[in-house]
């Protein structure tokens, strides 16, 4: 009952939300700061986390194809993983531990200092001020955070494969080319596209309906980046298996 109640009490947030899409007033400089927020404050550690992630893969593929002569393979298969999975998801983990968290504890503290309360008194919707833009913005923002995580991932990929273990530059691209196409690229942006609207939507939800003080924020915290990182595995699945469906469908 507990589960079916929180599905439906996000369900409803999102109902609610959107149904202010169309609506006036449209405050443009709401979209911006929670742009800048999810987006630019997460740049860093997406790249960061990016980088390793491509240099870690590389080095494993280039031991592992080395013991059969086709480490020159290890490009496109670090590229393959990146672009469809690893970027995509380890993107949303990050901002689940980051802008997830940051949104329930922001909500949640305005929640128990009566602020969301003061809103409403001055004829100000909520959810329109406060949850909307956030969503919006975290749809915008995190394709282009797991596109940079891709194109940072797999230059470290390059520097630990061609500089550091000697791998002939000439075929590491050439099967990168070939292995790794445009429409793999792709349906990791319609992932992240996904993945940003859920990680936003929980720490809204956690935070917009918090209850019990400090310890009740710090709980809806805590929540908000649990349920992100496990709803992201969980949706990641479903999104792979209608995505493949799709796509090999199309090529067939």
Request: net charge neutral; glycine share 14%.
């Amino acid at each position: 009952m507990r589960f079916l109640e929180a599905v439906g009490g996000h369900l409803i947030l999102v109902g609610r939300a959107l149904a202010w899409l169309p609506r006036r007033p449209v405050r443009l400089a709401n979209y911006l700061e929670a742009g800048d927020f999810i987006g630019f404050g997460s740049l860093p550690i997406v790249l960061l986390v990016g980088a390793f992630t491509g240099m870690v893969m590389s080095l494993q593929s280039v031991a592992a194809f080395r013991q059969f002569g086709l480490e020159s393979f290890a490009g496109g298969t670090t590229g393959k993983a990146l672009s469809i999975e690893l970027g995509p998801v380890l993107t949303s983990l990050m901002l689940a531990g980051r802008a997830g968290a940051g949104m329930a504890t922001e909500l949640g503290t305005m929640r128990i200092t009566e602020q969301i309360d003061a809103l409403e008194s001055m004829a100000v919707n909520p959810i329109q001020y406060l949850v909307l833009p956030r969503l919006i913005a975290a749809m915008i923002v995190t394709p282009i955070l797991a596109l940079l995580f891709f194109v940072v991932g797999m230059g470290g990929a390059w520097l630990v494969a061609v500089v550091l273990q000697h791998v002939d530059q000439g075929q590491w691209v050439a099967n990168l080319r070939d292995i790794v196409e445009p429409i793999d690229v792709i349906q990791g942006l319609i992932k992240s596209v996904f993945f940003g609207f859920l990680v936003s939507l929980v720490g809204c939800y956690q935070g917009y309906n918090a209850t019990g003080g400090g310890r009740g924020v710090g709980m809806g915290t805590t929540r908000a980046v649990v349920i992100a990182s496990v709803a992201t595995l969980v949706v990641d699945y479903f999104l792979s298996d209608i995505l493949l469906s799709i796509f090999r469908g199309g090529r067939g």
